[in-house]
T-cell receptor, first 112, second 112 residues
């Protein structure tokens, strides 16, 4: 059974601080996605990474895919209260099936 | 254009009753997914349709759960003999090519 573990589970930081959240698996991902979810809404896709070692940037967010495609990280620079939410990673373990397994989530709260 | 819509937004039912949850995907999206999300957890995969057929239903927890997509667009998730443990938010997502899933706001199901 493929399992995605995210850490930390909870994170509360002050506005302007940097943070990194992690997504790890014992299995190789075909592709991996990061989502952000706000209360009462569905997850919203932030990025998809496919190639080992790939780095993608989205404004203050930097996403990295591990060389072995078993792990990923999301780094936020100068966090803002608007970054508050549940961050989820989702992995597709079998190419072409498009069946995504979601991680346990990291709940981030950025205090003004 | 319109996003993924789900109805009802909230459903309260009694243990043992039958419920139907509806998902209207984005027009032209061939793939449709159902997930279940319990409080504080990431979405749990239930079933994935490609067109009218269920490409992968391995996430359905038992035979009380069934989903259909008869014309390759709207999908209905059906739960028979509901149990209190079925209480969760049921999320639907659609995708054009598999990579980018667009989620609806979910249906919050409460089984009393």
């Amino acid at each position: 059974t493929q399992l995605l573990e995210q850490s930390p589970q909870f994170l509360s930081i002050q506005e302007g601080e940097n943070l990194t959240v992690y997504c790890n698996s014992s299995s190789v991902f075909s592709s991996l996605q990061w989502y952000r979810q706000e209360p009462g809404e569905g997850p919203v896709l932030l990025v998809t990474v496919v190639t080992g070692g790939e780095v993608k940037k989205l404004k203050r967010l930097t996403f990295q895919f591990g060389d072995a495609r078993k792990d990923s990280s999301l780094h936020i620079t100068a966090a803002q209260p608007g970054d508050t939410g549940l961050y989820l990673c989702a992995g597709d373990f079998t190419s072409g099936t498009y069946k995504y397994i979601f991680g346990t989530g990291t709940r981030l709260k950025v205090l003004a | 254009g319109a996003g993924v819509s789900q109805t009802p937004s909230n459903k309260v039912t009694e243990k043992g009753k039958y419920v139907e949850l509806r998902c209207d995907p984005i027009s032209g999206h061939t793939a449709l997914y159902w997930y279940r999300q319990s409080l504080g957890q990431g979405p749990e995969f239930l079933i994935y349709f490609q067109g009218t057929g269920a490409a992968d239903d391995s996430g359905l927890p038992n035979d009380r759960f069934f989903a259909v997509r008869p014309e390759g667009s709207v999908s209905t998730l059906k739960i028979q003999r509901t149990e209190r443990g079925d209480s969760a938010v049921y999320l639907c997502a659609s995708s054009k090519e598999g990579y980018e899933q667009y989620f609806g706001p979910g249906t919050r199901l409460t089984v009393l």
